[in-house]
Nanobody, 113 residues
């Protein structure tokens, strides 16, 4: 059974940084496409960052140059480094493994102005 567990969210001031982590079990992060999505209250869930097995990762225009997705195969963990955070980045952030149609429970990020 594939499981994804996110952590690292919290309250941060605008301009600050956070690093989210997603620990996977039942699958290898090194051999799978991985993604981060977010959902703010009253809004649809949106893709933030998408990392293929090989090649260049893709980012939403709203986070390009500020967010960076990476993986640590030894820890079986995928990260989302977020910098220059803005209040509009406030949302619940979810880790996703598209091949398994599996989502974590999410971690809350709140950015104060």
């Amino acid at each position: 059974q594939v499981q994804l567990v996110e952590s690292g969210g919290g309250l941060v001031q605008a301009g600050g940084s956070l690093r989210l982590a997603c620990v996977a079990s039942g699958m290898r992060v090194g051999g799978n496409r991985l993604a981060w999505h977010r959902q703010a209250p009253g809004k649809q869930r949106e893709s933030v960052a998408d990392m293929p097995i090989y090649g260049i990762s893709n980012y939403a225009d709203s986070v390009k140059g500020r967010f960076f997705i990476s993986r640590d195969n030894a820890r079986n963990t995928v990260y989302l480094q977020m910098t220059s955070l803005k209040p509009d980045d406030s949302a619940v952030y979810y880790c996703n493994a598209p091949s398994y149609n599996t989502w974590g429970l999410g971690t809350q990020v709140t950015v104060s102005s």
